[in-house]
Nanobody
Framework: QVQLVESGGGLVQAGGSLRLSCLASGLSSSPYAMAWFRQAPGKEREFVAVITWPTFITYYGDSVKGRFSISRDTGKNMVYLQMNSLKPEDTAVYYC??????????????????WGQGTQVTVSS
């Protein structure tokens, strides 16, 4: 069974950087996509970024373009989210998600089959 485990969250000052990691286990075939979503208190879950396997095409949510970068490890099922120029509005629980295959609705959370437990990112002003 697929399991996703996020790490790397924490407290950072505005303008700082963090790198989140997501380790996926149980993925035995491709293609698939791995994505990051986030959810702040009182708000809906928001798409952040996605990367596809094996083509490694990336897409980003409008609110993070130019600041965040998603990447993958070539040797294992690990995906990263490099977050730069962090703002207080980036404060949220960040979730790693995975789906088999690919379609154009990559921003929709219901398109993803597996989810991690989330990691808290707090950006202080």
């Amino acid at each position: 069974q697929v399991q996703l485990v996020e790490s790397g969250g924490g407290l950072v000052q505005a303008g700082g950087s963090l790198r989140l990691s997501c380790l996926a286990s149980g993925l035995s075939s491709s293609p698939y996509a791995m994505a990051w979503f986030r959810q702040a208190p009182g708000k809906e879950r928001e798409f952040v970024a996605v990367i596809t396997w094996p083509t490694f095409i990336t897409y980003y949510g409008d609110s993070v373009k130019g600041r965040f970068s998603i990447s993958r490890d070539t040797g294992k099922n690990m995906v990263y989210l490099q977050m730069n120029s962090l703002k207080p509005e980036d404060t949220a629980v960040y979730y790693c998600a995975c789906r088999k295959g690919w379609n154009s609705d990559y921003k929709r959370d219901w398109e993803y089959d597996y989810w991690g437990q989330g990691t808290q990112v707090t950006v202080s002003s």
